[in-house]
Nanobody, 118 residues
Framework: QVQLAESGGGGVQAGGSLRLSCAAS????????MGWYRQASGKQRELVAI???????NYADSVKGRFTISRDNAKNTVYLQMNSLKPEDTAVYYC????????????WGQGTQVTVSS
């Protein structure tokens, strides 16, 4: 089992920045994807950004140019730098770790609240 612990959420005014972190409790398997998803109140969970173990990234159109995902494999940690935040970015942000090989290797964090005020 792998536990994922998110941190860095909070409240910020529109235009501000936050940096989220997600640390895995143990060394994670190779050939994996770590990512951030978010769920706003009353809406479905949606992809924000993902990064593979070899550094390839993908972003939702709504955050391109504002958010940057990165990872430190030595620390088993993924980050999400969020700049130019908008009220519509308000949501609970979840970290995910999954294997590209084994479907059962799929873990989620508990989530961290991000609130952007106008």
């Amino acid at each position: 089992q792998v536990q994922l612990a998110e941190s860095g959420g909070g409240g910020v005014q529109a235009g501000g920045s936050l940096r989220l972190s997600c640390a895995a409790s143990r060394r994670i398997a190779s050939n994996n994807v770590m990512g951030w998803y978010r769920q706003a109140s009353g809406k479905q969970r949606e992809l924000v950004a993902i990064i593979t173990s070899d550094g390839r990234t993908n972003y939702a159109d709504s955050v391109k140019g504002r958010f940057t995902i990165s990872r430190d494999n030595a620390k088993n940690t993924v980050y999400l730098q969020m700049n130019s935040l908008k009220p519509e970015d308000t949501a609970v942000y979840y970290c995910q770790l999954r294997s590209l090989v084994y479907s059962e290797y799929n873990y989620w964090g508990q989530g961290t609240q991000v609130t952007v005020s106008s």
